[in-house]
């Protein structure tokens, strides 16, 4: 008699301790063997994109910091930017400096949540908490510039909610100091560490063709050995005035491109954030955040797409005015949801265990997939 | 310890249940308490956290709090498990865990059972375990329970191979299989434990130490493995399978999950204890006996030997909040490409040193 075997589905998530959020994914098993994988997206669908032609365009900046909220800085500079370049106006020196700088903080820390709940996914919860110690250093400087901790509303068009406290060069400075040492730790305690190499080395290998053809962007694309970062390709704001290096993936335990390789980029992409930070916090200049910032936005008929390095990737807004007050379309091009959908490619093949270790290292955020 | 209760209390059988349940009472209830708490202290403090501090001074009754919090809690069973199995199998793990430690001696006077085939009956009631999980992760027809079962009983199997070969290493130096015989010929000072050559004379002993080191080694990694715990815990692997084997259970049964892998820490650093650290015998001799003071010498030994096993459940906490979980191919490698054949390799050694 023949046995009957079938393969059996595993509904992972959307409660689930290690989905990031919540996505569900559909796993069809054979023992521990994973054959397929289907992610369900949807269960954070708040319209954005639908709300923000109700708005007007200085009111759409809130609705931006609820798409990445581990990087709501680097939103509302990407949406700030779009409009400016929209309606062609100036912004002084020190706003693009504090933009700057806090873009970069802002990268610091989204990478830093990205690293410590990778380390979890594997079964390390110290360095996490090591990390969000850090984290927290950088929360509490955003905090006292703008009152906020994680939804801050501060890059506003044509300038900036708030000019910065008188600590914040101070404070900036003892974080950088501090945090050089701490990513000597983390590679100590994690990075190199034996068993994080062997569950991460060759696992969910993307290589370069692949990641070009799926349209990765960010670390996940770097990881994969190629040179692409907006920062430097296309560059926006005052970026191409410091001096920073682009890492790429080296395959240095394993292949180009596997999950040892992303989580190690942003280790490296941290180290560059610091680099442009301490270019651009003693030269501040003085003036006005809120001169330029127009009493009210009406921009001219038309369209652009304008595109931005996020921690997660490229994010890129598409805005279309038909000369009224509000946007007649707004739509995001969402790093996390472009990085999402090669999922199912690297994850074939791979036990149960690796489908974490690589939705960990690909670093999705939910809020920003289904907007 | 039996023939005195039998004189105290004049009957067999009160003597016998008094003997059973003292160890459990006196001594594992109040360690699992302590350990829940130490564990979340050594985590907090490795972690730059402080930990509970709410309850009681730095937060020492906070284990207590949360064992009457799950007493309360409603006996929460979905409906689709199979209710007798799904019932039965915290008590099964419970009952495998706390009666390994019968045989435990916790100094020349307090041993539950002093039974020639101490050693081999402490690794086959420690299997009542894997039946127990078995139990669990099926009845509860949960995939996540199902999946974490598996691999769980799939580890603690192949990983009572390395431990038993190891054991019988042992065995093999001592000629024993009575605890109390193993303890106590390791007695006076520490270089006559076995870790360092047991009470063999001259170039035997030497030769032994190295093969002993790794013995304990490969013990260590190996009942690291068969208690669950990081970098092993495969079956419960929070990020992964949500809490394996034992997700569908709540309230008092899944504190029973959880205080059997505490009770099972320490019945293994206690065996390690035994077999390679002079068990209940103090490193540096006995202040009773240098005073003339003969009542303290047991109370000393429980000491000791106390110490000596927590001192081994501290490092297995240690490594939890330091190390990454392994996967279960790398799991399984481990056991069968290295700890086996270098276990019989020790085997072999030994039984030619032995022949010296």
Redo the contacts between chains.
């Keep these: 008699m023949a046995i009957k075997t079938e393969e ?1 589905v ?2 992972m998530g959307p409660q ?3 989905t990031h959020g919540v996505l569900r994914l559909e796993l069809e098993l054979e023992g ?1 063997l994973v054959l397929n994988v289907i992610p369900h997206l949807g269960y954070l669908h708040r319209c954005f994109e639908k709300h923000c032609e109700a708005m007007t365009y200085p009111q759409v900046v809130p609705y931006t910091d609820r798409m990445d909220y581990l990087a709501s800085m680097s939103n509302n500079l990407g949406y700030a930017i779009t409009v400016e370049r929209l309606l062609g106006i100036e912004i002084p020196e020190r706003v693009e400096y504090i933009r700057v700088i806090m873009a970069e903080l802002q990268r610091i820390a989204s990478h830093m949540v990205a690293l410590g709940t990778y ?8 360095p996490f ?2 990390l969000f ?1 850090e984290r927290e250093k950088i929360l509490t400087i955003f905090e006292e510039t703008c009152g906020a901790r994680l939804l801050y509303n501060y890059i506003w068009v044509g300038g900036l909610s708030h000019d910065i406290h008188p600590d914040f060069v101070r404070k900036t400075k003892d974080f950088v100091r501090d945090f050089k040492p701490r990513i000597t730790e983390l590679n100590n ?2 990075s190199y ?1 034996k ?2 190499v ?2 991460t080395a060759n696992i969910g290998i993307l290589p370069a063709d692949v990641a070009i053809n799926y349209g990765i962007t960010g670390p996940n694309l770097r990881a994969s050995g190629i040179k692409w970062d907006l920062r430097k390709n296309d560059p926006y704001s005052i970026y191409d005035r410091f001096e920073f290096d682009i890492p790429v993936g080296e395959g240095l335990y394993g292949t180009t491109g596997d999950s040892w390789d992303r989580y190690y980029l942003r280790v490296l992409e941290m180290e560059q954030s610091i680099k442009i930070i301490e270019q651009a916090i003693d030269n501040i200049p003085d003036g006005d955040v809120q001169s330029a910032v127009p009493k009210r936005i009406k921009p001219p008929k038309g369209s652009i797409y304008t595109r931005v390095e996020n921690p997660k990737g490229e994010l890129g807004y598409f805005i279309i005015s038909d000369g009224s007050l509000n946007p007649f379309r707004v739509k995001v091009r969402a790093p996390s949801f472009v990085n999402m959908e090669v999922f199912n490619e690297l994850c074939k093949g791979h ?6 270790t690589i939705l960990g290292s690909i670093d999705v955020v939910l809020g920003e997939i289904d907007r | 310890m039996y023939d005195f209760l039998v004189n105290l209390v004049g009957n067999n059988i009160v003597a016998f249940f008094i003997a059973a349940a003292l160890p459990l009472f006196l001594f594992i209830l109040p360690y699992a308490l302590l350990a829940v708490l130490a564990e979340r202290k050594v985590s907090a403090h490795m972690q730059d956290r402080l930990g509970p501090m709410r309850t009681g001074y730095h937060g020492i009754l906070q284990t207590v709090a949360d064992i009457l919090k799950l007493i309360q809690k409603e006996d929460l069973r979905a409906s689709s498990t199979d209710k007798s199995l799904f019932n039965f199998a915290p008590y099964l793990v419970f009952m495998g865990s706390f009666a390994a430690f019968a045989v435990l001696p916790f100094s020349s006077f307090f041993i539950g059972s002093s039974i020639d085939v101490g050693l081999f009956y402490f690794l086959a009631i420690s299997s009542l375990v894997v039946a127990g999980i078995l139990m669990g992760g099926w009845s509860s027809n949960n995939k996540y329970s199902l999946l974490g079962a598996m691999r769980s009983v799939s580890q603690i199997i192949s990983y009572e191979i390395p431990t038993a070969v190891v054991v019988l290493t042992m065995v093999m130096i001592t000629g024993s299989l009575n605890l109390h015989t193993i303890s106590d010929q390791q007695t006076a000072f520490f270089w006559n434990w076995n870790i360092l050559g047991g009470t063999l004379p001259g170039i035997a002993k030497f030769l032994l130490i190295p093969l002993m080191l790794g013995a304990f080694i490969i013990i260590f990694i190996s009942t690291l493995a068969e208690v669950n715990r990081t970098p092993f815990d495969i079956p419960e692997a929070e990020s992964e399978l949500v809490a394996g084997f034992f997700t569908e259970y709540s309230g008092m049964r899944f504190a029973m999950f959880f205080l059997a892998e505490y009770a099972n820490m320490l019945a293994v650093s206690f065996l390690i204890t035994i077999l390679f650290f002079g068990g209940y015998h103090s490193p540096l001799g006995y202040l009773g006996n240098t005073l003339g003071v003969e009542w303290l010498v047991p109370i000393e030994q429980f000491f000791w030997f106390a110490s000596k096993g927590l001192i081994f459940v501290l490092i297995q906490m240690w490594l939890r909040w330091t190390l990454p979980r392994l996967r279960v191919d790398q799991l399984m490698t481990v056991c069968w490409k290295y700890l086996i054949p270098y276990s019989i390799a020790i085997l072999l050694l030994v039984g030619l040193v032995t022949l010296i």
């Design positions: 059996m595993l509904n689930h301790p290690s521990e380390g979890v996914d594997i079964g390390a919860f110290t908490l090591f110690a305690l994690l560490n068993i994080f062997e569950r036990f149960v265990a690796d489908i974490i």
